[in-house]
């Protein structure tokens, strides 16, 4: 039995933990801006730590090292999937969004915005999650958690810099008589207020937890049909767009009021209610009303009564979002657990074998089918 950590071990521990990630590439650092679209961009890996080089050099001090940490719990089986859910988070979920761009904004017709990027991850954590459902105890529990607990942890750091107010430049200090006078201070980074980023989380938890049940309803329910994935596809990814009806444009309408009837009539979303869905309930029709018209910044709502037949390829485009769905899961279904499980107790080796998990190309499902309507 180790005796219990003092204080300053448990600082020594978190300084090396922090060193031994240098081995690990970290999660790609976004730029995004309110008057930006949202990018997902990677960064350059970061220069190794002094001890990353030192144990690198000695095969004696890596495994000195590696048994103190194996002591620490770092060879743990929940430290273990963390690392290995990380690798797969990284390479297969927190880039669809950036690889495929093209196919959700041209069929789907969704905004380059945070929203979209964390829906389209949000579907593929949840088709990974489908396979790691299937590994043996305790793996397959402990994947999953660290999954879904890398990739809030990714949510609230991006939101924690889209969210954040512009820096401030700072107060010129008195310089050196000997120093250069063209030297400008750097601007100080102000924080992204926490009460909004905490509203934020909330309503992106509530998404997450309604996107997971609307797509296992529809994994275990639908036979031949598809239906219901169809439906759950329409609702969490095309924003349910048309849900209450298609707005034309006015043929008898003045000309001079024309761009004021499509503002009023064409604008409807469907809301989420600021994180607690209680609240929904709440709505009078005429709040309702209000709230559906009310632009949230999304880029997510009905089409313009100008742009009405863009309705009309919307039942292709879920045919093949279903298409793909459960082409991957019956995919994910054939890879073998040593796959899965490959290097994950291995520092440095946590992402091997993880290019056999990614997700293939929409764009084949979309010519699949249209060689099926051709035919």
Known sequence: MLPALKPASRAIARRLTRHLRAYSTPPPAPRAGPSKPYRHEKAPPPPQAWLTRQLKQSPMAMRVFMKLFGALGYSSPKQIAAR??????????????EEEKEFWSRDCYLPPTFQTWFTITNLHVWMLTTRLRALPAPHGQLHIQGLIDHFFLDVEDRIRLVLQPQALPAAPAPAP???PSADTPKPTRR????????KQMKIFREQWAGLGMAFDLALVRDDVADTEMAGAIW??????????GIAYPDASAPASSAADAEASQGFRRSINPAGEIEKYGKFT?????REEARDDGSGVHDFEPAHADRYVAFPTTMAVLVAYVRREVARLARVE????????DEIGKERSGVEQL????IGTVEAELQDVLNA
């Open 191 to 198: 924080r992204a207020p926490e009460a909004l980023v905490t």
């Open 337 to 344: 657990d040593a796959v899965i499980l490959r290097g994950g």
């Open 84 to 97: 290995r859910a990380l690798a797969m988070y990284e390479q297969l979920c927190a880039r669809r969004a």
């Open 285 to 289: 029709p005429s709040a309702l009303k």
């Open 235 to 244: 609702r969490n990814l095309l924003g349910a767009r048309g849900a209450q």
């Open 177 to 179: 008589t000997d120093a």
């Open 358 to 361: 990614k997700f293939g190309k």
